[in-house]
């Protein structure tokens, strides 16, 4: 059973920061692209940022220079660290793990809160 579990979220005043963690289990870890996407009341899931089975990272023109993810293929965690955060990154913040060879969309967490308000 595949299971993606976020953690980190909650309530940060803007200017602040959070990381945000995603444990993995039930999937070959190492070789799944893994991202975190976001979704705020009223909008369209967005990909945020992302990391090859590699190490090679993409991050959304909107959190560049603000955001990092990275992975810990020892531990099967996938990690988003969060800087200068901004009212706007309000969102519930998926993670999620694509293969070839599992669905199209990959598999998804449950994902976590992230409010940026003062």
């Known amino acids: 059973q595949v299971r993606l579990v976020e953690s980190g979220g909650g309530l940060v005043q803007p200017g602040g920061s959070l990381t945000l963690s995603c444990a993995a289990s039930g999937i070959d870890f190492r070789t799944n692209l893994m991202a975190w996407y976001r979704q705020a009341p009223g909008r369209q899931r967005e990909m945020v940022a992302r990391?090859?089975?590699?190490?090679?990272?993409d991050h959304g023109v909107f959190v560049k220079g603000r955001f990092t993810v990275s992975r810990s293929n020892t531990n099967d965690t996938l990690y988003l660290q969060m800087n200068s955060l901004k009212p706007e990154d309000s969102a519930v913040y998926y993670c999620n793990a694509w293969n070839p060879s599992g669905p199209g969309d990959g598999y998804w967490g449950q994902g976590t809160q992230v409010t940026v308000s003062s």
């Open positions: 990391i090859t089975a590699s190490g090679r990272t």
